[in-house]
């Protein structure tokens, strides 16, 4: 550990007594503890705010690792597996020791990452069944608008650009180019694929940019490239570790060879950490105990950010938004986060109360939700049975001292409470998941349910946490097991987890003696619509089109706001002629969530298939306004100006499409063809040549090669 500057020790010998002062300071609650007035999360106003030394001219780069723990650092004294290129960064900088995130999900942390909200303020409480408003300011969103150059390199389905996380982003690159070019659909893709698009990207760039990069592969499953897995062999999470770290040593490279490395700042931070079986948990989302809320947070930038510096004081993952706004002088619209920069060689400043939350045991269970109050060495965790720690004493949190000091116990939840006071979580709701991606959500784990409209908050998550993992494993075995069309073994699946929790929502039979669907599939007694979905998205690849059209009939009568059914239901409904119940469909369901990308271009497509090609314009360029560089929706665009004999609008469109996905033949091969189109003949062979080159047995290639000899 780096000791040569502490920040802000907390006090060890804290007070029994809170007494509630009853003032407000720009949102924060004022608590006399132990003589000292305690600001609990302390909100930033809109204002300058800003350092002497602002960075004018540096480009900002935000990465984030996903499921990566603090103390699975070797900056953070973690002797496990190495991770030079990040302890670089922490040692040349400054690394703040004590960083909470606000929930240990991936969308939602990285909405208050991107925003300095708390969840409930924000408004996404999970992954794929919540999307980031319109009206909440963004990273992004201030950094374009001061001119910046802006993207994003994402490495999971989780963080999709419909989940509106990509507000502000010029350039957005998610996982579907790399899902076309690879046929890998399974809802991430590894950090390497990540780095070389984000480095291309930053090598092009001539003015100050904004960049984030997000690495997914500390997330389970953990199957690290060699040599890291083998080398971590007895520890895979370790050898993920170690593997996006050599990544951060790429992206450092790509500063350095392309001179940036002088006038960048770089944030690196985590959305949540990883259970790793600590207090029963594997993974994350469950609990909100510090082996998954507490997260790495680095400030790194030559000559400006102090090097060599530790700091001590608890701060949030809220906190990275006023920080990097204030660094680079610009407004900093209203949010709940500290800027930290003030504080940077502020020995005197003691932190603040941190909040944390997982709505999850309820969202997919009913059960009751977890939340957390961090202040000090104190850690209060409202629950059922509640939960208090002395992280100084107890940093593996396991004992509880609720039941003993009582006192403490009983000020804190009032101060929790009364922060929460307005966020009633049985109204807590969403439904704005797209259907394809449905499948990738449930591979990586994610239930996202609504606890069956049930409200069993008196039922602790502690005492349901082996059945919770029982379940989790039961669930990815049995998709394993469809995908592979085992589903006498799925069968068996469901029967063991009906007996574990019956009657539970989530639980449903696939019968495997029946002659429908091919034999293997019975309609369902009962089930979660993300898995009635599944198999009705089974059905209709099986051409059982009526069986198809029956399921997703079903999960709209759960769930009559259920956007994923409404775009089954419509794909289906398209396939059985009914091209006016499809099109009736996209417009209920986009009445429920506007400007879905999806659903926009879904609108699109009938249209276009059907022949109606005005109309498919109009909803292709709605879609375009949403995500412009979607390789679907490039593609479909490009056909459609070539039918509407436009061929120069085709060019523009193609370019777009091969800048986007320069390793598909196809592409390049339309490129080609359309370039021939308007005179652009020389244009038009090295278009063709380029397309060959990379894969002469494509059958487009082919073709448009005959057509230009």
Excluded: C
């Excluded at 939960?387 to 949190?397: F, I, K, Q, W």
């Excluded at 929706?633 to 085709?650: D, F, K, S």
């Amino acid at each position: 550990m780096i000791d040569q500057e502490i920040l802000g020790v907390p006090t060890s010998d804290r007070a029994r007594g809170i007494g509630r002062l009853g003032s407000k300071v720009k949102g924060a609650t004022v608590f006399l503890i132990g003589g000292l007035f305690v600001l609990l999360f302390l909100g930033v106003s809109s204002g300058s705010g800003q350092i002497a030394n602002k960075l004018d001219g540096y480009n900002v780069l935000l990465i984030t690792i996903d499921t990566l723990r603090a103390d699975r650092l070797g900056v953070y004294g973690y002797d496990g597996v190495q991770t030079p290129n990040i302890d670089r960064l922490a040692i040349e900088g400054i690394r703040f020791e004590q960083v909470t995130t606000t929930v240990p999900v991936t969308l939602p942390a990285h909405a208050s990452i991107m925003t300095g909200l708390q969840p409930f303020e924000h408004g996404v409480r999970s992954n794929g069944a919540f999307m980031l408003r319109d009206d909440v300011k963004t990273l992004a969103e201030q950094f374009v608008a001061a001119g910046y150059v802006t993207g994003a390199f994402i490495g999971t389905v989780v963080l999709d650009a419909q989940f509106g996380i990509a507000q502000g982003f010029e350039q957005f690159d998610g996982l579907a180019p790399y899902q076309r070019i690879t046929g890998d659909m399974r809802g991430e893709r590894p950090g390497e694929s990540v780095v070389d698009e984000a480095g291309m990207w930053i090598r092009s760039q001539s003015t100050p940019f904004f960049a984030w990069v997000h690495m997914y592969d500390p997330h389970d499953p953990y199957d690290a490239p060699e040599p890291f897995g083998s080398r971590y062999a007895n520890s895979p999470y370790d050898g993920e570790v170690a593997y996006v770290d050599a990544m951060v040593g790429r992206l450092r490279q790509v500063l350095e060879e392309s001179g940036a490395a002088d006038n960048t700042l770089i944030v690196l931070t985590s959305d949540h950490g990883e259970g790793l079986g600590d207090h029963g948990e594997q993974t994350h989302s469950f609990f909100i105990y510090d082996s998954t809320v507490r997260v790495p947070l680095i400030f790194w930038a030559p000559g400006e950010v102090p090097g060599g510096i530790v700091a001590m004081n608890r701060v949030g993952v809220i906190d990275i938004f006023p920080t990097v706004l204030t660094m680079a002088g610009l407004p900093i619209p209203s949010n709940s986060g500290v800027d930290l920069s003030r504080h940077f060689s502020d020995q005197e400043w003691f932190g603040r109360a941190i909040y944390s939350e997982s709505l999850i045991p309820y969202l997919d269970f009913g059960w009751s939700e977890l939340r957390a109050l961090i202040d000090g060495n104190y850690k209060y965790i409202a629950a059922p049975e509640p939960e208090l720690y002395d992280l100084e004493a107890d940093p593996g949190e396991t004992k509880n001292l609720a039941n003993t000091d009582t006192e403490l116990a009983a000020m804190m939840h009032g101060a929790l409470q009364q922060f929460v006071v307005s966020d009633d979580v049985s109204m807590v709701e969403g439904g704005t998941v797209d259907a394809e991606i449905v499948a990738s959500l449930q591979a990586l784990g994610y239930l996202s349910g609504r606890g069956g409209g049930r409200d069993r908050r008196d039922i602790d998550p502690k005492s349901m946490i082996e059945t919770h993992e029982t379940l989790v494993r039961g669930l990815r075995e049995s998709i394993t097991a469809i995908e592979q069309k085992r589903f006498a073994d799925v069968d068996k699946i469901f029967a063991q987890l009906d007996e574990l929790i019956p009657d539970e929502h989530i639980i449903y039979y696939v019968e495997s003696k029946t002659e429908r669907f091919d034999g293997m599939l019975e309609e369902p007694e009962a089930g979660l619509l993300a898995l009635r979905l599944y198999f009705g998205q089974l059905a209709l690849k099986a051409g059982d089109i009526a069986t198809s059209v029956d399921f997703f009939e079903q999960a709209l009568e759960r769930n009559s706001s259920y956007l994923p059914a409404y775009g089954e239901l419509a794909n289906a409904l398209y396939a059985a002629g009914d091209l006016t119940g499809a099109q009736d469909l996209i417009v209920e369901a986009l009445g429920i969530s506007p400007g879905n990308f999806s659903l926009t271009l879904l609108s699109g497509v009938f249209h276009h298939d059907s022949g109606k090609l005005d109309e498919a314009l109009k909803a292709y360029y709605a879609a375009e306004r949403i995500e412009p560089n979607h390789p679907e929706l490039l593609e479909r665009l490009a056909h459609l100006y070539l039918l509407l004999q436009q061929p120069r609008q085709a060019v523009d469109v193609l370019r777009r499409l091969s800048q986007a996905m320069p390793d598909a033949a196809a592409v390049w091969a339309q490129l080609a063809f359309a370039l021939a189109q308007i005179g652009e003949t020389n244009e038009s062979q090295q278009a063709i040549t380029r397309a060959l080159d990379i894969d002469p047995n494509d059958v487009t290639v082919r073709q448009v090669a005959r057509l230009l000899r």
